[in-house]
Structures are given as structure tokens and as C-alpha cells.
């Protein structure tokens, strides 16, 4: 599935990706591929990435290495939609 990050800088990523886990206001979900579509609110906590990604040079401060080796970005809040296998996180 795609996956996009945007803040209001810039597209922080964009790319194919295997899972992705988000804050949101009702508690912290999984989406996978096929997931149902949604949109979502999202709180402050950590969006975390799973897949091979590639991070570009000018973003990789904003983003580490989860636990579980998932790439996590913090967030204040945000908003979420996945649709047709396509996430964007609107994130600041």
C-alpha cells in the first residue's frame, strides 16, 4: 500500500509500505493493506512505519528506529485517510 506524510513543510514521505500505526483520538489502530477506508483525527504520539522505506536526507532528524524495527515519527496531531490502499497523514 502507498503512504504519504505530509506536514505543513514539505512531504516528509512517500512510498510503498507494509503497515502503519497511527495515534488516534480514540486510541492508537493498524492499518494493512485492504483495510476498510476511514478517516481519522489523530493525537499527539508516534505514527510508526513498517517496510523497507527510505527516509530523504533533508527529513531523516524528524524520524528514528521503533522496537520492533518500524520507523516512528512524533506528531502534535493530525489527520488521517486511507482509501483504495493509499494513506495520507496530514501531521503536524
Not at 489502530?29 to 489523530?42: C, R, T, Y
Not at 523497507?52 to 524520524?63: G, L, M, P
Not at 528506529?65 to 493509499?86: A, F, Q, R, W
Request: proline letters at 3%; hydrophobic letters at 40%.
Amino acid at each position: 500500500m502507498f503512504l504519504e506524510i505530509v506536514s505543513p513543510e514539505a512531504t516528509l514521505f512517500s512510498g510503498d509500505v507494509t503497515s502503519v500505526t497511527v495515534p488516534g483520538v480514540n486510541g492508537e489502530f493498524q492499518m494493512l493493506e485492504n483495510h476498510a477506508p476511514i478517516v481519522s483525527l489523530l493525537q499527539a504520539g508516534n505514527v510508526k512505519v513498517k517496510g523497507n522505506i527510505t527516509i530523504e536526507e533533508a527529513f531523516e532528524d524528524k524520524f528514528s528506529k521503533g522496537k520492533n524495527g518500524e520507523t516512528v515519527l512524533s506528531i502534535l496531531s493530525g489527520t488521517v485517510e486511507m482509501k483504495d490502499n493509499k494513506i495520507i497523514v496530514l501531521a503536524d
